[in-house]
T-cell receptor, first 115, second 113 residues
Framework: NAGVTQTPKFRVLKTGQSMTLLCAQD?????MYWYRQDPGMGLRLIHY???????AKGEVPDGYNVSRLKKQNFLLGLESAAPSQTSVYFC??????????????FGQGTRLTVV | QQQVKQSPQSLIVQKGGISIINCAYE??????FPWYQQFPGKGPALLIA?????SEKKEGRFTISFNKSAKQFSLHIMDSQPGDSATYFC????????????FGSGTQLTVLP
């Protein structure tokens, strides 16, 4: 059981380049999330999805786009990378069912550096 | 707008001591309060969680104390061990908002041998 898998694990981009981060979960979770982690600021929500074909903005959505074409996958895109997007990105998934542990499971993270 | 405030930023404890991390929240609609543990290079992992209808939850050496009227909750680690050295995050979410987690800023705990 892999849980939540993120690819790639590391990436260096030049300012203005684009890239897509892939998140895959095998727990059949309806909810998926993208967070970024910066020193001293905890994790902040970028975008989230409550089901296949749906997406919504979180706290810090500017400069990012997302898509959820399949229930198990959640993609995070950077169209034109900026140094301010240097961060560690985490994908997470959870179930909305109140009878199930509402724990959110996190991936291992993607460390992105924009130069 | 930081809705969950966490303190201290860093904490150094001797082996066998008690580690205490505090959090305060603003939004009374939060109905789930988890604590996450994160080791370097890893993603956060759920440590223990509490709902606002109870004032305390204990799992092994880890205890959450919850004060609904003060809008505060804390993590107590009893008999702290060097293996507990990690970053701890408090968080809060609400069932009406897709279980989005609002995190505190984190506490880096170091337990000295």
């Amino acid at each position: 059981n892999a849980g939540v898998t993120q690819t790639p694990k590391f990436r260096v981009l030049k300012t203005g380049q684009s890239m897509t981060l892939l998140c895959a979960q095998d727990m059949n979770h309806e909810y998926m999330y993208w967070y970024r982690q910066d020193p001293g600021m905890g994790l902040r929500l970028i975008h989230y999805s409550v089901g296949e074909g749906t997406t919504a903005k979180g706290e810090v959505p500017d400069g990012y786009n997302v898509s959820r074409l399949k229930k198990q996958n959640f993609l995070l895109g950077l169209e034109s990378a900026a140094p301010s997007q240097t961060s560690v990105y985490f994908c997470a998934s959870s179930s909305p069912r109140v009878s199930v542990n509402t724990e959110a499971f996190f991936g291992q993270g993607t460390r992105l550096t924009v130069v | 707008q930081q809705q969950v405030k966490q303190s201290p930023q860093s904490l150094i404890v001797q082996k066998g001591g008690i580690s205490i991390i505090n959090c305060a929240y603003e939004n009374t609609a939060f109905d789930y309060f988890p604590w996450y543990q994160q080791f370097p290079g890893k993603g956060p992992a759920l440590l223990i969680a509490i709902r606002p209808d109870v004032s305390e939850k204990k799992e092994g050496r880890f205890t959450i104390s919850f004060n609904k009227s003060a809008k505060q909750f804390s993590l107590h680690i009893m008999d702290s061990q060097p293996g507990d050295s990690a970053t701890y995050f408090c968080a809060a979410s609400m069932s009406s908002s897709a279980r989005q987690l609002t995190f505190g800023s984190g506490t880096q705990l170091t337990v000295l041998p």
